[in-house]
């Protein structure tokens, strides 16, 4: 059985490749007497490679049942063998999936919370963020790109914390913004904050409410009425829930993934926003698994 191993420099190579286009080419019998023919990358320099270079070809080539003899080496193509002799053990070695463990990447709450309503059969995603969470502004961009592919059967929310006075006027704006289907100013109210350096809340309430009058009015929205949908029924009920929620999660800090109100992840759990996203689709795929057991013993 004949094997071909050509090499085939990268186009815009050619100058670092010198100015000779030979290749030499050897045959090295195994010893079970099947012949292979290895084409090797032409000499950049003739001339033999020195003591070390056919060292590092011998290494390559006996392991393997190779005769060396009338092998041309020098160190480039020493450097090739050796890599080509590590290559197939880097192709084989590749990565075992991530293992998140409970505890150590997330943690499962002794008690789901219900707080949250979720349309029937969906899963609940929950992003817990406050807009002054410097965090939470830089989580958005994956976050945005993770929200539009995520499958039919998962239900996102971003839910505010309001953990003071200050935050509470954010949770309120957020909440307002979702009752007037505003939400596409979401990104807007963070660039204000963190690109602008506009906040849009204070310690007092009054301020609060200033503040972001200014912000609506620059974006074409009556004030007056953003503050009665803030003052209603609807919004009132939504800020009650959420914080019952976060309460319920045991949120300690932002952002948190809550997944179906059992799973809660941290950045500082997972490592890093993208693992964050990461572990919040291992989790859905682990509740997808949960339920479909418990619909067949069921």
């Not at 393997?64 to 070695?93: C, D, M, Q, S, W």
């Not at 309503?117 to 410097?134: D, M, T």
């Not at 913004?177 to 505003?182: V, Y």
Request: include cysteine; glycine fraction near 8%.
């Amino acid at each position: 059985m004949r094997m071909r191993m050509e090499s085939h420099p990268h186009p815009d190579a050619h100058e670092s490749l010198g100015d000779s286009r030979e290749a030499n080419t050897t045959t090295a019998v195994s010893p079970k007497g099947s012949t292979e023919n290895y084409r090797y990358v032409r000499h950049l320099h003739r001339g033999g490679g020195g003591r070390l270079a056919r060292s590092c070809a011998r290494s390559y080539l006996v392991p393997h049942g190779l005769r060396t003899k009338g092998f041309a080496v020098n160190r480039r193509n020493a450097l090739i063998l050796t890599l080509a002799a590590l290559a197939p053990t880097a192709l084989r070695a590749r990565p075992a999936p991530p293992r998140w463990k409970e505890g150590t990447h997330f943690s499962q709450l002794p008690q789901p919370s219900a707080a949250l309503a979720v349309r029937p059969g969906a899963i609940a995603v929950n992003e817990v963020f406050r807009y002054s969470c410097g965090s939470c502004f830089a989580f958005e961009e994956g976050l945005e790109k993770w929200i539009s592919g995520l499958p039919d059967d998962v239900a996102f929310t971003r839910t505010p914390v309001a953990w003071t006075t200050s935050q509470k006027g954010e949770a309120l704006l957020a909440l307002t913004l979702r009752e007037m289907r505003l939400e596409q100013l979401h990104r807007t109210v963070y660039d204000s904050i963190h690109r602008s350096q506009r906040p849009l809340s204070a310690p007092i309430e009054a301020d609060s409410i200033r503040l972001q009058a200014d912000f609506l009015r620059a974006h074409g929205i009556d004030p007056a009425r953003f503050d009665q949908v803030r003052k209603s029924a609807a919004v009132q009920s939504a800020m009650a829930l959420s914080q019952r929620f976060v309460h319920e999660c045991r949120v300690v800090g932002t952002p948190t993934m809550v997944v179906d109100g059992r799973y809660t992840i941290t950045v500082g759990q997972a490592g890093g926003f993208p693992q964050l996203l990461m572990i919040t689709t291992y989790l859905l795929g682990r509740e997808r698994s949960r339920r479909s057991a418990s619909s067949s013993s069921g």
